[in-house]
């Protein structure tokens, strides 16, 4: 008995960290409608700073005082991040706000590894607050009972903040109505700062109060946010009382999971959700947001099918491409069937994204299950590869059967978040199913027969693949269906009002993408000849969202484009430099603030280039009055 | 009148917390004929209307379409009885070209949206030029609907309302947002067509030259109670009526007027 109390007040103290960062994440997209993927980062940075400060400076007052100096810094670090980029981008549309959030999160990465090391670092234990307390023959560190009692201090601080001061009311009524607040002359832009900072400083918090249990590493960040996006999505984005309960019930859930689990815990957080979304799909506490105003895309011009010129330029490119083994060495040849592969990827991703306008960023999730379900399918029943590179592809439909329901559910934000931590759910069962999946050793021995064996015949394979690929989601872009889906995207009133009913379309583009993106992993799996949980990991399917928004998120076919040009060049850049992430990172919040229509999409404007800028103007304020 | 109404309303009623939107409302309407329904802002009109296409779900009350019960039915699911809506703002595919729009609505009429290999741009086409030039738009089929005129795009929703053949069509203040000459186009057009197919019309509108000029009959809503219905005539004669959109002539009546009298 006493083991489970032991258990359950291990829970609550872990709850405290992730309702601290939870909560800051949810008064910063209350009042700027922005999901601030950098809050892991933010969480992580308060840690290493920490670590720093009372490493330096001993004792208590030592130990309290640079916890919260830590918070201080990086709260200030958020205000500058908050002026010189976030100002840039709050009119743009939200997948974009992400993706720059997120390259920030890639670029804090690297930098804390230049700043302390790649090794772990273990913290100093809490001043005062070393010893444990004997319950029942069991321990209780004090420095957990310190923590179960702050996480309620907090939400009742907060709750004092923002009902009993003039900047809590201001910044409630932001969060209920923004224009309304401007109108009443209330100056915004200082209003948002605080707010960033208020939130950054909460998860900076989180990350220093870690430091007596945990050890401070540079991976902190995503494991954190992926908990946090559940908690709010369970509690409900922009409520502070509900990441309190989600941020209890996900800790608990967590501490009980491992008795009952102790394999794949994490399914039964992955159930919960799952419940809460069917019940109320807003989370716990959140409420039903009347349909946020669309923010009118970057351009207008209808999407048309190529032209007979421009079908004669891409069979060049195709030929081109097909004669690459007659003048290409080995090497060029596995570099050829990669990008390859990766157009399958991309593709897939980009058909969700500009044709549906389902942002997943966990689109990772299904290109692995097709490279585990090939491999299950070679190593566990045999099949020969022909078979194989059929049936992985199934595991990717089936992945995106179960999630696509849920997150169809869903729409803007809440989409990403929901993708993003189904894929990590999916890469906890193959991290932590070792008898199945071999964890960490991956599933080694998944290699091409001998007619697909060589080097050309592997490229040949994987380039007919891409153009079937290409070519059948531009088909389905043109088809019915595609413009079924893109009218649930446009307007999803006007497409209810006639007959169509949205998430079924949408649910079906989701089979489609997660069954490309599989046979992408399925051609992957062979082209490398062994599996990893990697295939599954959050950076790739963040590879993937740059591919698309590099190639132009709101042209038909721009991903192949960004695809070639990103692996290309990703591939030559981790040759040349130890800070790949770094540069990858400054690379997205570079797209994102200066060149937000990609590649395709910028040469497209080029080449029609109009009396744009007035045009655009007048088509933004008809849109705007339209609304 | 055919024995079966086009649409029957019974008792419609939706409160929003204590505010009683609608109590109440009953009426029909039959093919080929045109009711509007007024009524001073907040009256309940929207809300009447967007129970009607089950964009809202009624509290209390009966709406059948063609005899059969459609309450509690999907906006979706009455399109498909035939009933076609435009919208008070309103709302199309701003990255599709005009006759893509017209197209989708088509092709959903003609439930292929799950077909993954037709080509779209050669779908219906001709249906599709036909509803354009029917509402005026044919010479702007391959514009980027995202560029239209307000005006061109009340039209152009029409057209896509057009497209199911539909029975009974509700428009939710069809003309606001127009210049005066595009308002008696479109209510002209939308009569004339109503009339040659026999389509049932319910409108709101604001715009009384546009409604005692087409209306067959008038539905008056006032906090949510239906308080007159009639001919234009009666409708224009009745004293409530009167009081509701003049007011009641007591407070700034003359000879309350301070220095007024003599």
């Known amino acids: 008995m006493a083991f489970y109390v032991v258990q359950f007040l291990t829970g609550l103290a872990s709850a405290a960290s992730l309702f601290l960062v939870a909560s800051g994440l949810s008064i910063i997209f209350g009042v700027t409608r922005i999901v601030n993927f950098a809050h892991g980062a933010f969480y992580m940075l308060g840690a290493y700073v920490a670590f720093t400060l009372t490493a330096r400076f001993s004792g208590a007052l030592g130990f309290w005082g640079g916890i919260l100096a830590a918070a201080l810094i990086v709260a200030a670090v958020g205000v500058l991040v908050e002026m010189l980029l976030l100002r840039r981008i709050y009119h743009v549309p939200e997948l974009f706000q992400l993706l720059a959030t997120f390259g920030l999160t890639l670029m804090v990465e690297d930098l804390v590894v230049l700043g302390w090391g790649p090794n772990d670092l273990v913290g100093p234990r809490a001043a005062g607050l070393k010893g444990a307390i004997d319950f029942f023959g069991q321990q209780i560190p004090s420095y957990d009972l310190f923590l179960i009692v702050l996480g309620p201090l907090v939400l009742g601080l907060l709750w004092l903040v923002f009902q009993r001061t003039r900047w809590g009311v201001l910044v409630r009524a932001a969060t209920q109505d923004r224009d309304m607040v401007a109108a009443l002359g209330v100056n915004q832009k200082w209003l948002f700062t605080s707010v960033f900072a208020l939130g950054v400083f909460l998860a900076a918090l989180a990350g220093a109060l870690q430091i007596p249990r945990d050890a401070v590493t540079h991976e902190m960040d995503l494991r954190v946010i992926v908990d946090v996006f559940v908690v709010v999505v369970i509690g409900g984005l922009g409520s502070i009382t509900g990441a309190f309960v989600a941020a209890v019930l996900v800790s608990e859930l967590n501490a009980f999971g491992i008795l009952i689990f102790p394999k794949i815990s994490i399914i039964l957080v992955f159930l919960v959700m799952a419940a809460v979304l069917i019940v109320r799909p807003w989370g716990l506490l959140g409420r039903a947001e009347a349909p946020v105003r669309r923010t009118p895309g970057l351009t207008v011009n209808p999407w048309r099918p190529l032209t007979s010129r421009e079908r004669i330029a891409v069979a060049i490119a195709f030929l081109l491409a097909a004669s690459l083994p007659f003048y290409a060495g080995n090497y060029a040849l596995a570099v050829g069937a990669e990008i390859a592969i990766f157009v399958i990827f991309a593709a897939s991703l980009h058909f969700l994204m500009s044709t549906g306008g389902l942002a997943s960023f966990g689109h990772a999730a299904y290109f692995g299950l097709g490279a585990y379900g090939t491999a299950f399918a070679v190593k566990l029943a045999g099949l020969p590869m022909a078979a194989a590179l059929v049936a992985g592809p199934l595991f990717g439909l089936l992945g995106a059967v179960v999630f696509g329901f849920f997150a169809v559910q869903l729409s803007g934000v809440y989409f990403a978040m929901l993708t993003l931590a189904f894929a990590q759910i999916v890469w906890s069962v193959a991290f932590q199913w070792v008898g199945l999946t071999g964890g960490d050793n991956g599933i080694l021995g998944v290699w091409p027969e001998r007619w697909a064996a060589s080097a050309p015949h592997f490229f040949w394979l994987s380039l007919a693949v891409a153009v079937l690929a290409v070519a059948g989601l531009r088909i389905a872009t043109f088809s019915p269906f595609g413009f079924a889906l893109r009218a649930t995207r446009d307007s999803p009133l006007r497409a209810e009002a006639i007959g169509i009913n949205g998430k079924r379309i949408q649910w079906s583009a989701f089979l489609i993408a997660g069954t490309v993106a599989g046979i992408g992993g399925a051609l992957f799996a062979y082209l490398k000849g062994s599996v990893f949980p990697d295939v599954l990991g959050i950076p790739l399917s963040v590879d993937a969202l740059v591919m698309v928004l590099l190639g132009g998120v709101e042209t038909v076919s721009g991903a192949i484009v960004g695809a070639i040009v990103y692996k290309a060049l990703s591939i030559w850049l981790v040759s040349q430099t130890e800070w790949s992430k770094l540069v990858l990172g400054a690379f997205i919040v570079l797209i994102v603030v200066a060149f937000p229509k990609g590649i395709v999409g910028t040469l497209d404007s080029l080449w029609h280039r109009r009396p744009s800028s007035l045009k655009d103007a007048m088509l933004a304020s008809k849109i705007e009055t339209a609304e | ?262």
Not at chain 2, 119 to 134: F, H, N, S, V
């Open chain 2, 1 to 262: 009148m055919s024995s079966q109404p086009l649409l029957s309303v019974e008792g419609l009623s939706k409160s929003y917390g204590g505010v009683h939107a609608v109590r109440g409302v009953s009426f029909a309407l039959s093919s080929g004929e045109i009711l509007a329904l007024i009524g001073p802002n907040g009256a309940g009109k929207s809300t009447c209307f967007n129970m009607l296409n089950g964009q809202t779900a009624p509290d209390g009350g009966r709406v059948r379409v063609l005899g059969q019960d459609t309450t509690g039915l999907k906006p979706r699911e009455v399109w498909r009885l035939g009933v076609g809506r435009t919208f008070q703002i309103t709302a199309t595919f701003p990255t599709m070209t005009v006759r893509e729009n017209v197209q989708v609505a088509l092709s959903s009429h003609d439930r292929k949206l799950f077909n993954l290999i037709a080509a779209m741009p050669r779908y219906a086409r001709q249906e599709a030029e036909r509803l354009l030039d029917l509402v005026g738009m044919g010479g702007f089929a391959m514009r980027a609907c995202g560029e239209l005129a307000y005006g061109d795009l009340k039209r152009l929703e029409l057209a896509m309302a057009l497209a199911n053949r539909p029975k009974l069509l509700l428009m939710d203040e069809p003309t606001a947002g127009m210049a005066p000459r595009e308002r008696v186009e479109l209510m002209r057009l939308t009569a004339q067509i109503a009339r040659e197919k026999s389509i049932g019309v319910l409108f709101t509108e604001h715009d009384m030259d546009v409604v005692f000029e087409h209306a067959d009959r008038i539905l008056v809503l006032n906090r949510g109670n239906l308080i007159a219905e009639g001919s234009p005539e009666e409708v224009r004669r009745n004293g409530e009526v009167r009081a509701i959109y003049l007011g009641e002539g007591l407070v700034y009546d003359a000879r309350h007027r301070e220095g007024a009298a003599p």
